[in-house]
């Protein structure tokens, strides 16, 4: 039996995973370093405290459990060394896992630049764990505030670094939640500032122009400090400190201000671009070996006219499930199918009921519209697993009931 194995149980994985089981008698095996699919886009909303945990995340064995396939496992290992040779996979666990084909979407990480001291992993957007300190931070924050209502009640500052997607998304999330917070206790001290700094003379660098201007007035009548042009050189327990020679007291920072690509070793020997993803042929087979795919953010993926594909949701969606096909075509002896993928637009989630965002490149949306757009994308997303793991869920109870 041909066994297939994915490393990385996020979008890009999760969607490679959705077609290989399709084919009922190959053993395939999903291995994580986290025991849930991080569904990132939609953690501004934990952040802000406006969901919980169970909002942002996908139990994977549960998931696993969930669908039907009689020789699919699920394996919390984090993977350290692939022997590309030998097909074997070394993990942390001290667990090896063989491989007649494998899947690599073991993402990105956020790039920490080592230039700006006191920065580091405690300031990780990508992590859950951290994602979740800065919930608490928040809402300890607004706690703070009215424990200092009687007294001099100062300004709290709250600093996020980088002004892509990401980082206008939790900037604009956590102002919208705190004036919310503010008017509905009607509480007198209500000065939580939040500075967002982008190195770009911009938010939102590389969108289209309306786009910028729609979510920079967002952000503004939310209150937030726009700050462009600027970099952050260095942070301390109390101050982040601005290439434009000021800083800024500094309750919690998040930095939003970069990606590099997951590093797995027995694969630095692999061809990579500059941003260090690994370069793949129209069909997502490394260009190094045939037996393994690499899709999502850890590919460099093209167009069919060339061009580079942002790393989002929409391209792991798309170069997931054509790896998966792909694995499943070769295997059968098959002709492989190309990757075509196509960028379906983007939305901004700009605080409570209000997005931006562009369909197809073809027009700009505004409002609740956009707003009602993206939380119904972000639900077909879901729905599918959702119902998944309530399957698995149940087998889980009934296994308990009968032991
Ligand atoms: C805050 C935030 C907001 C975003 N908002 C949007 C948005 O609105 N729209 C959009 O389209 N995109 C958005 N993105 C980008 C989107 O989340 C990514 O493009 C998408 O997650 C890529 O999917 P992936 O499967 O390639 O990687 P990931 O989803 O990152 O999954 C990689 C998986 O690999 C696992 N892994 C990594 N290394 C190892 C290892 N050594 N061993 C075992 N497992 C490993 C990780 O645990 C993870 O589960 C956002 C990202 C962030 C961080």
């Avoid at 008017?183 to 209500?190: E, L, M, P, Q, V």
């Avoid at 462009?228 to 000021?246: F, I, P, R, V, W």
């Avoid at 197809?360 to 119902?387: C, D, H, Q, W």
Wanted: hydrophobic share 35%; charged share 25%; with cysteine.
């Amino acid at each position: 039996m041909e066994k297939v194995v994915i490393i990385g149980g996020g979008y890009a994985g999760i969607y490679a995973l959705r077609e290989l089981v399709k084919n009922k008698n190959i053993k395939i095996t999903l291995i994580d370093k986290n025991t849930y699919h991080n569904l990132q886009p939609e953690v501004y909303d934990l952040i802000a405290n406006k969901s919980n945990i169970a909002d942002v995340t996908i139990d994977l064995t549960t998931l696993c459990l969930g669908i039907d396939h009689d020789y699919l496992e699920y394996k919390n290992l984090i993977v350290r060394n692939i022997d590309t040779n030998e097909k074997k996979i070394y993990t942390e666990e001290q667990e090896i896992v063989t491989y007649d084909y494998l899947i690599v979407a073991a993402g990105t990480r956020t790039f920490f630049p080592p230039s700006i001291p006191g920065l580091n992993d405690a300031h990780d957007i990508k992590k859950l764990q951290w994602a979740m300190y800065f919930k608490q931070s928040f809402e300890n924050q607004l706690f703070k505030k009215i424990q200092d209502e009687a007294k001099q009640c100062e300004d709290t500052n709250i600093v996020v670094v980088g002004a892509g997607l990401s980082g206008v998304e939790i900037a604009a999330e956590m102002a919208y939640n705190s004036k919310k917070f503010f008017k509905r206790g009607n509480f007198s001290c209500d000065n939580l500032k939040i500075s967002l700094i982008s190195s770009a003379d911009t938010i939102l660098p590389g969108l289209n122009r309306d786009l910028i201007n729609i979510s920079h007035k967002r952000l503004k009548s939310l209150g937030i400090n726009v700050i462009t042009n600027t970099k952050l050189t260095q942070m301390d327990e109390h101050y982040a400190y601005l290439s434009n020679g000021t800083k800024i007291v500094n309750s919690f920072l998040i930095f939003t201000g970069g990606v590099e690509s997951s590093k797995i070793k027995g694969l630095d020997d692999f061809s990579h671009n500059q941003r260090g993803q690994l370069i793949v042929n129209e069909y997502l087979q490394t260009t190094n070996d045939k037996n393994i795919f690499a899709i999502g953010d850890i590919a460099e993926i093209k167009n069919q006219n060339g061009e580079l594909m942002p790393p989002n949701v929409t391209i792991a969606r798309c170069s997931g499930i054509c790896a998966g096909k792909n694995v499943l075509r070769q295997i059968n002896g098959k002709e492989l199918i190309s990757c075509k993928p196509k960028l379906e637009g983007i939305l901004i989630a700009l605080g409570g009921e209000y997005a931006a965002g562009d369909i197809y490149g073809m027009f700009t949306v505004k409002g609740k519209i956009a707003y009602e757009i993206k939380k119904y994308v972000f639900n077909s997303y879901r729905k599918p697993l959702l119902k998944l793991i309530k399957n698995g869920y149940q087998k889980l109870q009934k296994l308990k009931r009968a032991s």
